[in-house]
C-alpha cells in the first residue's frame, strides 16, 4: 500500500485600521468659549482610500463630536473649560477610517480654563455662535455639543481625590466622585466614600 498526503490552503484578506499618524490640537491652552482650537490629522495611511476623520472631546464618560466623520483632516471650534479636579485637561480625540470602517484613533490634551460668565453674557454668546453656524450641520452640532457642556458643568472644586478613592472623577454631580472604578467595588453611582 501507498499512502498520499493532500495539502490545501486558503489565503484570507483582513482589513487593517489606517497607520497611526499625527493627531495634534493648537494651541495647548486657552480659555474655554474664546480660543480657538485647531483639530488636525497628518500621516495617516491605509490602502483602502479615502480616509475620513472624526473629531470629538471626553465630557464623562462620552465622547461628544466636534466634527462627523468626513473627509476634511481638520477642524477648527472653541471649547468647554476641562474638568477643574484635572487642572483643567480636557481629552481631545481623533478617530480615522479607512473606506471599509476600520478605524485607528488618537488622544490629545489641552488645558482649557472656565471663563466667567453671567446667565445672560452665556446666552448672548450662544445666540451669536448659532447665529454665526447657521447653514452648517457640523456648526451646529459644535455649538451645541459644546454649549451644553458649559452649561451642565458641575463645581468640583469641593470634591476629594477621586482617585485615591478608586473612583471616576467629579462631573456630574456637584463636589461628589463618580462610580467605582472598574475592579473596584463600593456603593453604587456617584458618591465620596472609598470603593474596595
Known sequence: LQSAATVASIDILVNTP???GLGEVVPSDGTELETKFVFSATQWVD???PLSYEFGYVSGSRVLLIQSRSESSFATTTLPAGRSTHNNTLVCVLRVYDAMNAASSSNALVTVKKLSLS???LQS???EEMSARSGSVDGMKQSIAIFSSVLNAKDCSAAPDCTSLNRDGCDIVE???GACLEGYVGSSGYGNTKCL
Request: aromatic letters at 0%; charged letters at 20%; proline letters at 13%.
Open 47 to 49: 490602502e483602502d482610500l
Open 175 to 177: 463636589n461628589t466622585c
Open 125 to 127: 454668546h450662544l445666540a
Open 119 to 121: 446667565s445672560s453674557e
Open 18 to 20: 489606517p497607520t497611526p
